[in-house]
């Protein structure tokens, strides 16, 4: 969402994220399973690729809801 940690990040729809602090976005590790690892307020290392280009990010993870 607009305002969000994502957003605060940089992140934007349609990016691919394939990492989460030091665990991998995978088909067998979903997103979702990879942030339960971590608690909100934590800031975590992502990076992400956007049409080919890989970039990182530091994001401050935020409670769902």
């Known amino acids: 969402p607009v305002g969000g940690p994502a957003d605060a990040a940089g992140l934007q729809a349609g990016d691919?994220?394939?990492t989460v602090g030091?665990?991998?976005v995978t088909r067998k590790n979903p997103l979702l399973n990879t942030l339960l690892r971590y608690q909100p307020g934590?800031?975590?290392r992502?990076?992400?690729n956007r049409n080919g280009?890989?970039?990182e990010a530091e994001v401050r993870?935020?409670?769902r809801g």
């Open 53 to 55: 280009r890989i970039i």
């Open 46 to 48: 992502v990076v992400f």
């Open 42 to 44: 934590q800031t975590v």
């Open 16 to 18: 691919i994220i394939t």
């Open 61 to 63: 993870l935020a409670k």
């Open 22 to 24: 030091d665990q991998q």
